[in-house]
């Protein structure tokens, strides 16, 4: 081999050797990540692309509300609401525990008759047995009714204090009633009941007319007995000297 080919050699092998020192360069000053361009100073005011992510508080689910104390269950919201359609009139024998005093009541729209289990002494020789009630006007009278034992002047015998004098009626306690949960059942009177724990105490609440035959409170026991349902005639509820 002459030196003129050997020449010709070196100056190859130079050649492809500068050509893979460049390509080895190139690929070690290329970038293997992207750098993302520094953010130019704010003015406060966030673009639509950098809107924060929520916060784990946002984004937690909120708390569901408390039942409310006036929720009462179907069945027996459906029973309490009965009083208003079903039930015309009532009377009953009212007592509370402990007592052996009856109250007879006559309950008729707003009018109400109430024949007391003692007659009430109220001086100069007059004396009154029968309470009318009107709960709409909020009045009340003290009667002494014909044919009784009550001696003297006959008919109105005073005006009486409406607050003193009114009692609760069963319908007056259904009213009441914001909290219900049912704890058993009853026959009370040969009437199927419901015995219900309600923010009033532990009551008996009839089926068929929403009519309440006991309540056991906290303070006191008040129980509802020889009721008759829509039998209460107008003239039973208005003293004698009011009809016309």
Known sequence: MTKYTYSILLV?????????QEVTITRIDKPTTIQEPTP?????????????????EIQSPKPKPK??????????????????????????NYREYGSDLLYKTHVKGNNTK?????IINVGDGKFYNTIYLDTDKKTAQGYCEPRSRCSGTFGKIKD???TEEHINTPIDWANQITEA???????????????????VGKVILESYYGFIYKVEGSEKTCEFTDVSFNSV???????LNSII
Do not use: H
């Open 114 to 118: 109430i024949i007391l289990p003692a």
């Open 12 to 20: 190859l092998i130079l050649l492809i050797g500068c050509a893979k």
């Open 181 to 199: 949960e049912k704890i058993g059942e009853r026959v009370v009177e040969s009437r199927d009941s419901l015995y219900l724990q309600t923010n």
């Open 67 to 92: 039942q409310s104390s006036e929720d009462i269950p179907d069945e027996i919201n459906e029973i309490l609401a009965k009083s208003e359609t079903k039930l015309e009139s009532y009377s009953y």
């Open 160 to 162: 009486l204090d409406y």
């Open 40 to 56: 130019e100073p704010s003015d406060g005011v966030q673009s639509p692309d950098s809107t924060p992510e929520p916060s784990a």
């Open 233 to 239: 005639k107008e003239e039973a509820v208005i003293p």
